[in-house]
């Protein structure tokens, strides 16, 4: 205890305040005369001190008193770094051996491949995540190791620092048809016959056999064991027949071909899907005019994959939809090819105007994963957003923050179908989603997988909400969007969506087809958040707002939607990296490319001081010009 805590205590705390303070500055001053005068005393008399009788049991009290008892010199500072480098655990010779110096270099390895291979402030993209999906961001790739085995750089005369050029390839004697189906005679039995002894009318106008290979028998499983069979996914690839290609275009195809079908086995089938505008050749009556199309139009090596249609085989197949333009029915060339092709039990829609930096089956195998694992626990509502990980934080945070914000409110919980509607797919296990622990659906395949949000256009400015046809209840008519068609549609929800045009004229608009009639018939429909850049400078907390406005159970679905085509916020939509049109996708894919932009940033002199561009795995949409002398069509009308 302290002098002055003894005092208080004992003593002073009895006494009148004015006595109580006047007798603790004296007592102050005493201590601090005391306290000079001991330490002088000391050291003008150490001597005498030490050499009296008692001085060991002095020295030692004097020393305790004040705290120098420790007060001598640590040798370890003399001997400890020198016994460190002279000996080693374990070591029994004598003498200790001395280890070898090493050069210290704290710096980095900066002509290192490591190092070369280290993004340095590669933005994080603003939409979307790597992680959610499970997609590699560790990787990136230039335009060489991205192209370089479909044919990109096999005329450079140069040397390409990084880059090994392959043996040339003769690409007009291919057929990749012919290829595709020689790689699935060779994986059969990894496939299921199940969907090709699906029997389907070809009675429809314009009905065309097709020339399939005949399906030999699967071998028998051995006695005990069940053989794990695999779905095949349709990819088809839109064009118009008259479509100039350029060179990029061929090695954006021949990629999707080598690692979609031949890389997996068959897993996968690609085709042209050629929309033929010119309505007066008999591309359906005469076989020659199909060989002239083809010979006039299509590069050699692609001609045996394409299928031909027009508008006059969607007006035959589908009467009661008056309406047959791409931009009004994009789905029913798919919902056609499916009829004619039923042993699919997947078909993706691509548009050539989309590229993809990253390796095509990891990016849909991924997503395909990532719709498998979602629950139908607030799905729909999910769907809505678009996910903005600076503001929502993971996956994992985002989902809880939609349940939290959704307790209370009405959720879409199995089927919500069109009176004209009898719902096909499985009814939720329980009663309402607050009595599901986010289990139903875990597991289950999507029906529908689309890259944008899917919204509730009722009640927006969007371009297209009352596109509907013979739906009973008009306007009123539940319903859902999903802007840009490129998907992927189950077998089922295509048959659904053929037969109810064809047979009893129910119709929507492109962008509200596929996800409506999952919301009719309950099947699950997903909105993979894959990475979508922005090249701008806004945050994601200061955009997550704009991009998803309205009640928890109605985001993007008002008059403030982010679809509204009241042109409020292009000037951020067109700088993202996929959007329904954009400038950012083809600025970004041509820099990447090694061409010039429109403000005279790349190009080859900016590569040869900071070198080739190099990304990760991006899905790019819209881009229109890949030839370095841009064509007269714009990504952004």
Not at 194 to 212: C, D, G
Request: charged share 25%; hydrophobic share 35%; proline share 8%.
């Amino acid at each position: 205890m302290s002098v002055r805590m003894f005092i208080k205590d004992h003593y002073v705390i009895l006494w009148p305040p004015w006595l109580r303070w006047r007798l603790r500055s004296v007592i102050t001053s005493f201590l601090a005369l005391a306290f000079v005068w001991i330490i002088t005393f000391s050291a003008r008399y150490r001597s005498s001190v030490t050499d009296g009788p008692d001085s060991e049991a002095l020295q030692d009290a004097f020393q305790v008193e004040f705290g120098t008892a420790h007060d001598v010199r640590n040798e370890m500072y003399f001997t400890g770094g020198t016994l460190s480098l002279t000996s080693n655990d374990g070591q029994t010779t004598d003498p200790l051996t001395h280890p070898q110096p090493i050069v210290y270099d704290p710096y980095p390895a900066y002509n290192s491949q490591d190092w070369n291979r280290t993004w340095r402030d590669f933005p994080a993209p603003t939409f979307g995540s790597y992680d959610a999906m499970d997609l590699d961001d560790r990787v990136c790739a230039d335009r060489f190791a991205r192209y370089g085995a479909y044919g990109y750089g096999e005329n450079e005369t140069d040397e390409v620092p990084g880059f090994k050029k392959p043996s040339r390839v003769a690409w007009d004697t291919l057929q990749w048809g012919n290829l595709q189906q020689q790689c699935l005679e060779r994986n059969w039995d990894r496939y299921s016959n199940e969907s090709l002894e699906t029997k389907y009318s070809n009675v429809y106008p314009f009905a065309i056999p097709q020339a399939r290979p005949p399906r030999p028998p699967q071998k028998r499983a051995e006695a005990g064991s069940v053989p794990r069979l695999f779905p095949r996914s349709a990819v088809l690839v839109r064009i118009w027949h008259d479509m100039n290609w350029t060179e990029n275009d061929k090695h954006y195809l021949r990629s999707l071909i080598m690692e979609l079908s031949l890389g997996s086995g068959a897993e996968y089938e690609v085709f042209l899907m050629v929309h033929v505008k010119d309505l007066s050749l008999p591309i359906f009556s005469d076989s020659s005019t199909v060989e002239q199309i083809k010979a006039t139009f299509i590069p050699a090596e692609f001609r045996d994959i394409v299928i031909f249609f027009n508008n006059k085989l969607l007006e035959a197949w589908y009467p009661n939809i008056e309406e047959h333009e791409p931009v009004y029915q994009h789905f029913q060339p798919v919902q056609y090819f499916s009829q004619m092709y039923p042993e699919f039990d997947y078909v993706w829609q691509l548009e050539m105007d989309s590229r993809n930096t990253g390796h095509v089956y990891h990016f849909f195998d991924k997503a395909v994963e990532f719709a498998k694992r979602q629950p139908r626990k607030y799905l729909w509502e999910r769907n809505a957003y678009f996910y903005t990980p600076e503001a929502h934080g993971t996956w994992e945070e985002f989902t809880n923050m939609v349940g939290n914000t959704m307790a209370g409110r009405q959720s879409v919980w199995g089927p919500l179908p069109a009176d004209e509607v009898e719902p096909v797919g499985p009814r939720p296990p329980v009663e309402t989603p607050d009595l599901d622990d986010y289990e139903w659906g875990v597991g289950e395949e999507a029906e529908f997988i689309t890259f944008l949000p899917i919204f509730d256009p009722e009640g927006t400015l969007w371009t297209f909400p009352d596109k509907i046809w013979n739906f009973q209840q008009g306007l009123d008519t539940p319903r859902r969007a999903a802007v840009i068609t490129m998907s992927r549609s189950s077998r089922r929800l295509l048959t659904l969506m053929h037969e109810a045009q064809s047979r009893r004229g129910l119709g929507l608009v492109s962008e509200m087809t596929a996800a409506s009639w999952c919301l009719h018939h309950g099947l699950k429909a997903v909105h993979v958040p894959h990475p979508i850049y922005l090249d701008g400078k806004w945050t994601g907390r200061e955009l997550v707002d704009r991009f998803n406005p309205g009640e928890p159970e109605k985001i993007n679905g008002g008059n403030d939607s982010i679809w509204n085509w009241n042109h409020l916020l292009d000037h951020i939509i067109y700088r993202s990296s996929y959007m329904f049109t954009t400038y950012t996708a083809e600025d970004l894919f041509r820099r990447w490319l090694g061409f010039k932009s429109d403000d005279g940033g790349g190009g080859k002199a900016y590569e040869a001081v900071h070198g080739r561009l190099c990304y990760p795995p991006i899905f790019l949409h819209t881009v229109k010009n890949t030839a370095e002398e841009k064509g007269p069509i714009k990504p952004v009308p």
